[in-house]
């Protein structure tokens, strides 16, 4: 099996994660949360986002998090923004790092930022400009590059010309996110395999919600074409509050586990991750997805 | 990616699901299980253990479950037995199919049937050898062939000796089971590519635990080394009261969802997996590990 020596993890718990939690979780667990991830050699995460407050109230202390948070000069934090507006408060925030996100399903486009799809794009051409002039480091979410919520299964086609133009546009990082989790290990290879062929300039990274319990099998397969690049969730923090019966993202412990046991190198302690876990858990009332504290905790009741 | 056409299908759910379950299930439940199960397209079930009732107080009703099913023409029943004892007390209940087990681990091995491995392999021989003269299907597992949950990591070529033993015995189907769910995908690639390699006669089939999550990354695995059979459980139901920390098996309904995702034929019904679910979650007071129901709860909340 052929396999990358090295992979990076991009830990979205912070933003992807916590935003889907209904009750406000105080400023300061936030910035504890991060804090904590800070010290597990994660070298990339998304902290914050700048959304209305109306759509997404848990994001509202984007501005107080990034201010409160210790910021390790090993770490990218990045702001996730939905449109122009958000690019500019970002950046009046101090944010050298900015996720913008997209959809290739038009419907699902509308729903998350109300928005026809080509109106994102067009939206989004100026802000990479200014971004790029500003050097601002550019990550570019295409949402729903395998399915829609509501339109059903994602023409392959669509997502490679929006990879193509992005692309050209010179962005940092371009993320291929299956945001409900409904894509299966053989239309992962196969999306991933045109992508690696078309030779973006952009790194690219898979985004994979495990709605289905498929997303460390699409991460396999996303190895196996050459994707050396993951988002992840700590716990399995997630889902996603405009695409209904999304589960959370692959979690954090469980693909970087997954990834020691087979010999690839992440920078990641485990057992770091493990005591960030302790304060994931009081965050949330579900139980958390990832299996790692669950043989953790057995092993435990077991002794 | 290159993936076989048709896959079989053993549901271990009624044996290996059940056994874990620490208040006795009603024998009329079990039946009424194996019945549900019967209408699902399943070809292959493990539906009892003619193991010692002291150690494995749940199976004590095999002969009456054996006897109160409805014996569908198309359906395999294979019952577990554990030595030459449990094998004659299979044979006199009518057992046209039989499930011995080794460990590739001595330890384990002598902590589940308390005898050597050897013990076990030379007790088998005369075993298989009335089972051929008798026309029983002999099934043949090699439980802890990845990692043992008192000896760790258990050698390749420990397995491969046994599987090419076992197989020059002339039985009919040798399953590779990782019994504590600690195989990663790249061992499970490189056992599995070894073992096809040697090209024994015998059928192979793959049984997964779920314990990391990583059951279905390692089918997917197996699969590309060209595994087309594989042991499930309807729910994830199971563990092993031997293996301390170990999960449940790869869930049924999660597993044939998957492979009819990537274009695999099962002959399984989705919808009457789902149907025989609900038959399942009150015989356990755990939460069941699959994920295929969580997302129609889910689904259905939300209308």
Same mark, same amino acid.
């Given at each position: 099996?052929?396999?990358?020596?090295?992979?990076? =993890?991009?830990?979205?718990?912070?933003?992807?994660?916590?935003?889907?939690?209904?009750?406000?979780?105080?400023?300061?667990?936030?910035?504890?949360?991060?804090?904590?991830?800070?010290?597990?050699?994660?070298?990339?995460? @998304?902290?914050?986002?700048?959304?209305?407050?109306?759509?997404?109230?848990?994001?509202?202390?984007?501005?107080? $998090?990034?201010?409160? =948070?210790?910021?390790?000069?090993?770490?990218?934090?990045?702001?996730?923004?939905?449109?122009?507006?958000?690019?500019?408060?970002?950046?009046?925030?101090?944010?050298?790092?900015? &996720?913008?996100?997209?959809?290739?399903?038009?419907? +699902?486009?509308?729903?998350? $930022?109300?928005?026809?799809?080509?109106?994102?794009?067009?939206?989004?051409?100026?802000?990479?400009?200014?971004?790029?002039?500003?050097?601002? +480091?550019?990550?570019?979410?295409?949402?729903? &590059?395998?399915?829609?919520?509501?339109?059903?299964?994602?023409?392959?086609?669509?997502?490679?010309?929006?990879?193509?133009?992005?692309?050209?546009?010179?962005?940092? @990082?371009?993320?291929?996110?299956?945001?409900?989790?409904?894509?299966?290990?053989?239309?992962?290879?196969?999306?991933?395999?045109? !992508?690696?062929?078309?030779?973006?300039?952009?790194?690219?990274?898979?985004? #994979?919600?495990?709605?289905?319990?498929?997303?460390?099998?699409?991460?396999?397969?996303? #190895?196996?074409?050459?994707?050396?690049?993951?988002?992840? &969730? !700590?716990?399995?923090?997630?889902?996603?509050?405009?695409?209904?019966?999304?589960?959370?993202?692959?979690?954090?412990?469980? $693909?970087?586990?997954?990834?020691?046991?087979?010999?690839?190198?992440?920078?990641?302690?485990?057992?770091?991750?493990?005591?960030?876990?302790?304060?994931?858990?009081?965050?949330?009332?579900?139980?958390?997805?990832?299996?790692?504290?669950?043989?953790?905790?057995?092993?435990?009741?077991?002794?």
């Amino acid at each position: 099996m052929t396999l990358p020596l090295k992979v990076n =993890i991009v830990e979205v718990g912070p933003r992807d994660g916590l935003q889907n939690e209904a009750e406000f979780i105080p400023t300061d667990k936030k910035i504890e949360l991060i804090n904590s991830l800070n010290q597990t050699g994660l070298k990339r995460m @998304e902290a914050a986002s700048f959304v209305h407050p109306l759509y997404v109230p848990q994001m509202k202390d984007a501005r107080a $998090v990034l201010q409160g =948070i210790e910021h390790s000069p090993d770490v990218q934090y990045m702001a996730l923004v939905p449109n122009a507006k958000g690019y500019e408060r970002a950046l009046e925030n101090g944010v050298k790092a900015v &996720s913008l996100v997209v959809g290739a399903s038009d419907s +699902f486009n509308r729903n998350n $930022v109300k928005m026809s799809r080509e109106e994102s794009l067009r939206n989004f051409e100026a802000v990479v400009k200014d971004a790029r002039k500003n050097q601002i +480091f550019i990550r570019y979410n295409i949402a729903t &590059s395998f399915w829609c919520p509501f339109e059903g299964r994602v023409e392959e086609k669509a997502v490679l010309e929006m990879v193509q133009e992005i692309d050209s546009q010179g962005v940092d @990082e371009i993320v291929i996110c299956d945001t409900i989790g409904r894509a299966n290990p053989k239309q992962t290879a196969e999306l991933f395999s045109q !992508i690696t062929a078309i030779g973006p300039r952009a790194a690219i990274t898979a985004h #994979l919600h495990d709605t289905y319990g498929f997303a460390l099998a699409n991460i396999l397969a996303a #190895l196996k074409e050459g994707v050396t690049s993951f988002d992840t &969730s !700590i716990g399995g923090l997630g889902g996603c509050p405009f695409a209904p019966g999304a589960a959370g993202n692959a979690a954090t412990e469980d $693909v970087v586990f997954m990834l020691h046991e087979m010999g690839i190198e992440t920078g990641i302690d485990i057992d770091a991750l493990k005591q960030t876990l302790e304060i994931v858990k009081p965050l949330t009332k579900r139980e958390l997805t990832g299996r790692l504290h669950k043989v953790q905790a057995c092993a435990a009741a077991a002794n």
